[in-house]
């Protein structure tokens, strides 16, 4: 069974900088596309970045040039790094891959941002 937890989450100022973490286990890491999705109360859930395998990245525009999606496959984790960070940045983030044809998320990280 494939698990993700997340981790990193918090408190920031505008302006500041989080770095999120996401450990898998029960699955095959380094194959698979691993994803950064982030939501918030009352929106649908929103892709923010993605790498593939071949560490091929892509990013949601509003996060392009602040945030950074990167991964170990000896650790299994996958990274999001989020700098100058902004009050819409606040969400939780979740992690997600797609394994065998099923999708597996995370529980998620609330990020805040606020003065």
């Known amino acids: 069974q494939v698990q993700l937890v997340e981790s990193g989450g918090g408190l920031v100022q505008p302006g500041g900088s989080l770095r999120l973490s996401c450990i898998a286990s029960?699955?095959?890491?380094?194959?698979?596309?691993m994803d950064w999705y982030r939501q918030v109360p009352g929106k649908q859930r929103e892709l923010v970045a993605s790498?593939?395998?071949?560490?091929?990245?892509v990013y949601a525009n509003s996060v392009k040039g602040r945030f950074t999606i990167s991964r170990d496959n000896v650790k299994n984790t996958v990274y999001l790094q989020m700098n100058s960070l902004q009050p819409e940045d606040t969400a939780v983030y979740y992690c997600h891959t797609r394994n065998g044809g099923m999708d597996y998320w995370g529980k998620g990280t609330l990020t805040t941002v606020s003065s």
């Open positions: 029960g699955t095959i890491f380094s194959i698979y596309a």
């Open positions: 790498i593939s395998s071949g560490r091929r990245t």
